[in-house]
């Protein structure tokens, strides 16, 4: 018996639009655009006239739009990928304008501020997928975007107690072919995951690139001059973008705070440590952080 030759699926959505094409928006259109599997029409809208030029040069999509509306209106799946603070209300002003059953889904590195915010406006026949690619660089826009940035990184999918069930698994199946892993999760156990694993790590490379800064300003010395790889690894972090960061902390307000409080905990018993020479102490801690960055690399996320 000779195999037949399978037909070839047709892609999981008619059109997709991304609203907001810069670093997440661009690499989800160029993968899509690569894969095939996932729309048959790519939708790009940006607020940016610029980066609307720049979506078109670039071929990414099969239609760029300036009007959110008009972007939204024959969608089978909107994405949000615009900074935390504007993804309700971009969201609830193309909500009215959605069709009935297409999905409304969105990329913010926090969750429960933005559910709550965008709840009211939320259609019965529209089913909401918050979702977290946990990948990322220090750069914005939509030059920035590449086709395999989600490869093997995870994605959190946080949905509501009533999104239908099937729409949640058909934006697992989207991100399965964008290259990552998934992972369902409660939104606030999300938000205090995130609070330590990202944000705290780029409230520090911030405040340690500021603090440097100032002393150099103190010192009228060139202390940045002699930075080494170290500290370069920190203001790697610290490049990102003002607006996404500030949305992020602003959002992510008290499960951030709590982390940060644990954090001075221990750098304080770190610091006594210091002062009273507690060798046994300050290995066992030098050595929790190799024992973690090697897991890491095992299980290639570093
Ligand atoms: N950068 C990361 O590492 C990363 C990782 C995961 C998730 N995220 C989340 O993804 C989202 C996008 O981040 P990014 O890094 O791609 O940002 P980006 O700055 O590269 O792109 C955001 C785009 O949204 C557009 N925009 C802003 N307001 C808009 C509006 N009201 N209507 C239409 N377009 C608008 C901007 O012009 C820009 O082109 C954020 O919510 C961020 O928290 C970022
Ligand atoms: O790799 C980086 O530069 C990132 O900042 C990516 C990173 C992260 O902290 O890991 C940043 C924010 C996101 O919400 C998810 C990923």
Not at 133 to 150: I, K
Not at 231 to 246: E, G, K, L, Q, Y
Not at 250 to 269: P, V, Y
């Amino acid at each position: 018996m000779t195999d037949q030759p399978t037909a070839p699926s047709p892609p999981m959505f008619g059109t997709l639009a991304v609203i907001g094409p810069g670093l997440i928006g661009s690499s989800i259109l160029r993968r899509a655009r690569r894969d095939g599997t996932i729309a048959a029409r790519l939708v790009a809208c940006d607020i940016d006239p610029a980066v609307r030029q720049r979506v078109a040069e670039l071929g990414i999509a099969d239609r760029v739009e300036a009007d959110p509306l008009r972007a939204a209106a024959d969608a089978d799946c909107v994405i949000l990928c615009v900074p935390v603070g504007a993804i309700a209300s971009v969201g609830a002003r193309i909500l009215p304008a959605m069709k009935p059953g297409a999905i409304l889904s969105e990329v913010g590195s926090t969750k429960q501020s933005i559910i709550a915010a965008i709840a009211p406006a939320l259609r019965p026949d529209i089913p909401f997928v918050p979702t977290h690619p946990m990948a990322g660089t220090e750069y914005s826009g939509p030059d920035a975007g590449f086709a395999t940035l989600f490869d093997d990184r995870w994605c959190l999918l946080t949905p509501l107690e009533d999104t239908d069930p099937a729409a949640t698994a058909r934006i697992e199946t989207m991100w399965h072919h964008l290259g990552a892993r998934t992972r369902v999760m409660d939104p606030a156990h999300h938000d205090r995951v995130c609070a330590i694993v990202s944000h705290l790590p780029h409230l520090l490379a911030f405040t340690i690139c500021g603090t440097a800064d100032d002393l150099a300003d103190e010192t009228r010395s060139e202390v940045l001059d002699f930075a080494a790889s170290g500290f370069r690894d920190f203001t790697r972090i610290a490049a990102s973008d003002p607006v996404m960061w500030r949305d992020i902390f602003l959002n992510n307000r008290e499960a951030l705070l709590e982390m940060l409080a644990r954090f001075m905990e221990d750098a304080q018993a770190m610091a006594r440590a210091i002062r009273w020479g507690d060798e046994d102490f300050i290995v066992d801690r030098i050595e929790r952080g190799r024992r973690i960055r090697r897991s890491l690399i095992e299980n290639r996320q570093a």
